[in-house]
C-alpha cells in the first residue's frame, strides 16, 4: 500500500488523499534539510490546530489523540493560553535567568502550592524534559555527596548524556552513543502482565531484588544518591505499577537515605486525572520533573525539590539562559489555571469512560492483550494472541497509519501499545467520534492481515 493510494471512507474529514499534494510537496523539502533522526511515524504536515483537532496543510481535519506527545494539555492554541503569551511578549521577550520577574516567581509559587511535597518547594526553570532531568540528577548528587543512581528498565528520560544513562525502552535509543554517564544501574519496571519475576506481586519482588540481591552485590546502597522512576511508565508501554510499589520504593529510599526523584514530565500536569501521577500513591517525592504539558506546548519544564534540599544548591552550582522565559511562564500560568479549575477533573472522567469504552473493544478483539492507564494516559497492548503474548508489533503499525488515513493521530509505545494521550480537555462527542475511527481502523487492518 503507498500512502497516496489510501482514500479515507470517513471523507467529512480527509478530502483528499494523505499525503495530499501540498503536504508531499513540503515532505521532499523537509527531506532535504531536517535531520532524519526524529521518529516520524506518518506525513501529517500541520497547518492549525484548535482544541483537540488540527488542519493539515491540504485541508485535511484530524482528531488529536497524540497532543503533540502529551504536550498540549489544554488544546491547540486555547484562547486564555494565548492571550496570556500576547499579554507578556508586548512587555518583553526576555531577560535571563540571572534576572527576576514576577510570572517565573508567580510560577515558582504555584509549583510549590502544588508539588506534592508536604514541605514547601523550590523550582529550577528548564527549556525541555530532558534539561529538567539533568537538573534532577545534579541536584541529587550535589545535595547528598553521592555519585550512583538506579533507574528503570523501559524507561525513558531524555536524550542528553546524563538523562540518556537511564533511557532503556528502546535499543536505537542507546546503539553507538556509549559511552554515557557511569554509575546507573537498571532495575525491571513492575509489570503484571508481563512478570519477569515468579512471584505473586511484581511490586514488591523488584523491591526485594534491589533490596535483597542489587544492594548486596555490586550496589552499595550507601553510595546511591537517588532513584528515578517514572510513576506511570511512558515511551516503555504506558504501564502503571502494582499498588503497592511506589510506596515500597518511597521506604526503600528512606530506609537507606537514598532520595526519590519522580519523572512527571509525561505523567504529570493532570494528565493522569491528579495534578501529578504520584498522588494516585500519596507518594512524596524529593524532587520532581516537569515539562511537556506544563506549559500546553511552549517549551518549558522544571525541577522541583523539597526547598531544604534546593536551598543547599550555592549560586552557579547549576543555571542556564532561557530558564523561566517570561512567555513560557505565562503559558504555563495560564496552563495550570485551567487544568486545576476544569481539565485534570476532565482527564478523570473521560479516562474512565475511554478506559471502559476499550475494555468493550478488547472483549470483541482478543488481538488486543490488554488495556490500562490512569486519566487521559492510556495504553493498549496488542499480541498475536492471548495466550502467547507475542507482541503484535506489525498490526500496531499498520493500525496507526490507519487511523492516521482515517483521520486520527495516534502515537505508539513500548514494543506493541499504542497510547492515547489526547488533550486533557477533550469533549465526550469528540472522544466518541475518535473511538468510532479506532474500531473502523481496527477492522479494516484485521481484515487486510
Ligand atoms: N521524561 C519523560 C518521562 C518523558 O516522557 C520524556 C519525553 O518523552 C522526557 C523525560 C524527555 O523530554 P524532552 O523530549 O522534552 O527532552
Redesign the pocket.
Known amino acids: 500500500m503507498t500512502l497516496a493510494q489510501t482514500t479515507s471512507k470517513f471523507t467529512e474529514r480527509i478530502i483528499t488523499d494523505l499525503p495530499g499534494p501540498k503536504a508531499q510537496a513540503l515532505l521532499a523539502r523537509d527531506a532535504q534539510v531536517v535531520s532524519p533522526s526524529y521518529p516520524r511515524d506518518y506525513p501529517f504536515v500541520m497547518d492549525y490546530g484548535r482544541g483537540a483537532e488540527v488542519w493539515d496543510v491540504d485541508g485535511n481535519r484530524f482528531i488529536d489523540f497524540a497532543a503533540g506527545?502529551a504536550v498540549t494539555s489544554t488544546g491547540h492554541a486555547h484562547p486564555q493560553v494565548v492571550q496570556a503569551i500576547k499579554d507578556a511578549s508586548d512587555k518583553f521577550l526576555h531577560i535571563s535567568s540571572d534576572y527576576y520577574h514576577e510570572l517565573q516567581i508567580k510560577l515558582g509559587e504555584k509549583m510549590s502550592r502544588l508539588a506534592p511535597m508536604a514541605e514547601p518547594a523550590m523550582s529550577f526553570f528548564t527549556n525541555?524534559?530532558?534539561?529538567?532531568?539533568e537538573g534532577a540528577l545534579k541536584l541529587a548528587r550535589y545535595v547528598s555527596g553521592r555519585s550512583r543512581f538506579i533507574g528503570f528498565l523501559g524507561g525513558?528520560?531524555?536524550?542528553t548524556m546524563g538523562?540518556l544513562s537511564f533511557t532503556a525502552s528502546k535499543f536505537t535509543q542507546q546503539d553507538r552513543f556509549f559511552p554515557t554517564m557511569p554509575g546507573v544501574t537498571h532495575v525491571p519496571y513492575p509489570n503484571n502482565y508481563r512478570p519477569l519475576f515468579a512471584a505473586q506481586d511484581q511490586g514488591q519482588a523488584v523491591l526485594n531484588y534491589i533490596e535483597n540481591i542489587l544492594f548486596q552485590s555490586n550496589v552499595p546502597a550507601n553510595e546511591v544518591a537517588a532513584i528515578l522512576i517514572?510513576p506511570i511508565q511512558?515511551?516503555g508501554g504506558y504501564i502503571v505499577p502494582p499498588d503497592g510499589f511506589l510506596p515500597g520504593l518511597r521506604e526503600l529510599c528512606d530506609r537507606y537515605g537514598i532520595l526519590l526523584i519522580t519523572?512527571e514530565?509525561?505523567?504529570g500536569v493532570g494528565r493522569s486525572g491528579k495534578m501529578f501521577a504520584v498522588e494516585h500513591w500519596g507518594v512524596q517525592p524529593d524532587i520532581m520533573?516537569t515539562?511537556?504539558g506544563l506549559a500546553s506546548g511552549m517549551p518549558i519544564?522544571t525541577v522541583t525539590a523539597r526547598k531544604s534540599l534546593m536551598e543547599k544548591w550555592a549560586p552557579g552550582a547549576h543555571g542556564n539562559t532561557y530558564g523561566g522565559n517570561p512567555l513560557c511562564c505565562a503559558a504555563a500560568l495560564a496552563t495550570l489555571d485551567l487544568v486545576e479549575q476544569e481539565y485534570m477533573a476532565n482527564a478523570a472522567a473521560l479516562g474512565d469512560y475511554l478506559l471502559g469504552r476499550m475494555q468493550d473493544l478488547a472483549q470483541r478483539y482478543p488481538l488486543i492483550g490488554q488495556v490500562r492507564g490512569k486519566g487521559l494516559m492510556i495504553g493498549m497492548e496488542f499480541v498475536e494472541d492471548r495466550e502467547s503474548k507475542k507482541p503484535a508489533k506489525k498490526f500496531v503499525s499498520e493500525l496507526i497509519h490507519e487511523a492516521f488515513y482515517n483521520g486520527l493521530l495516534l502515537l505508539p509505545c513500548g514494543v506493541s501499545t499504542i497510547r492515547f494521550m489526547p488533550p486533557l480537555m477533550l469533549s465526550r462527542e469528540l472522544a466518541d467520534e475518535a473511538m468510532e475511527i479506532f474500531e473502523q481502523s481496527i477492522k479494516a487492518v484485521s481484515d487486510r492481515l
Not at 525541555?128 to 532531568?133: F, I, N
Not at 525513558?156 to 536524550?159: D, K, L
Open positions: 506527545i525541555s524534559g530532558t534539561e529538567s532531568v525513558f528520560h531524555g536524550r538523562s517514572e511512558g515511551e519523572d514530565v509525561q505523567s520533573t515539562a511537556k519544564g
